[in-house]
């Protein structure tokens, strides 16, 4: 099935996933797969975490109450999506990452257990085959969402990223586990995924000094979608994603608010 390339074809989709409410929106259960944007945040551990600041609250001179903040953020922390442009140079911003890229139908692949054995875990091809012997071929279109376990530790630093320590020397003393670049080129050469998602800090694993799953997938213009919150309430197959990122202009990623319907 090739992916929908127009909006009402998209919609059509969306739609067709589940039987429509009132409003023509699906009614099965909607899951947030994104964590929220508060000080406790994750980024990574050079970059400065998510800050809110105060504008104004309180009543205003015209006796109605009024509150406003302005805030700011690294592109790359929280549940965030990495355009292809982070790694990639000529390839799509985080504002041309077409929209049919940006949803479909989801495949969920679980190596948590793997993952709680050993944190620098790499999702290999064979996990991958083994998924699709059980589960059946990943279809084109999908957003395949790698499930390690790791959205269950968030936010603490120390288990999450494997250090509470912030700066340059930080990043060598990382430990989560990612895709293996392998399972990257099997992914474009085998299948044709419009996106994919992992519940860590990167796609490649903590210990990976040279970022080749982000360069593999990015430079064929499949957006990143990472530390996805909640992937236990879905199921290996049947849940329907809409990743929506902040539409910065230019942008190499982006604040994400990533929900499924099942």
């Known amino acids: 099935m090739a992916r929908p390339t127009s909006l009402f074809a998209i919609l059509a989709a ?3 996933c589940a039987s429509p409410g009132p409003v023509g929106i699906p009614t ?3 899951v947030d ?7 406790a945040a994750i980024y990574w551990p050079t970059m400065e975490g998510f800050v809110l600041e105060t504008e104004f609250e309180g009543m205003t001179e015209r006796g109605y109450y009024y509150k406003a903040h302005r805030f700011r953020a690294s592109e790359h922390g929280g549940t965030h999506v990495d355009a292809p442009i982070h790694f990639a140079e000529g390839r799509h ?3 041309e990452i077409p929209l049919d890229r940006l949803l479909g139908p989801a495949r969920v692949l679980d190596v948590s257990s793997a993952a709680a054995k050993n944190a620098d875990y790499e999702i290999t091809v064979e996990d991958l085959e083994r998924f699709e012997a059980e589960h059946g071929r990943i279809p ?3 957003v395949l969402l790698l499930r390690t376990g790791f ?5 603490d630093r120390a288990t999450y990223l494997g250090t509470e320590e912030r700066g340059p020397d930080a990043v060598a003393k990382l430990h989560f586990p990612g895709l293996h670049p392998d399972a990257a080129r099997w992914l474009l050469r085998e299948r044709d995924v419009a996106a994919v998602g992992i519940d860590t800090a990167s796609m490649d694993r903590g210990q990976s000094t040279l970022f080749e799953s982000h360069r593999i997938l990015l430079e064929q ?3 990143i979608f990472e530390n996805v919150a909640n992937l236990g309430e879905l199921s290996a197959t049947g849940a329907f994603v809409i990743a929506l990122p902040m539409k910065i202009a230019g942008g190499s990623g ?5 929900i499924a319907t099942q």
């Open 254 to 258: 982006g604040p994400l608010r990533i």
């Open 140 to 142: 084109d279109g999908a």
């Open 28 to 30: 099965g259960s909607m």
């Open 221 to 223: 213009n499949v957006p």
């Open 93 to 95: 911003t985080v504002d």
């Open 33 to 39: 797969l994104t964590h929220p944007f508060d000080a």
């Open 151 to 155: 959205f269950e530790r968030w936010p």
């Open 14 to 16: 969306l739609v067709a």
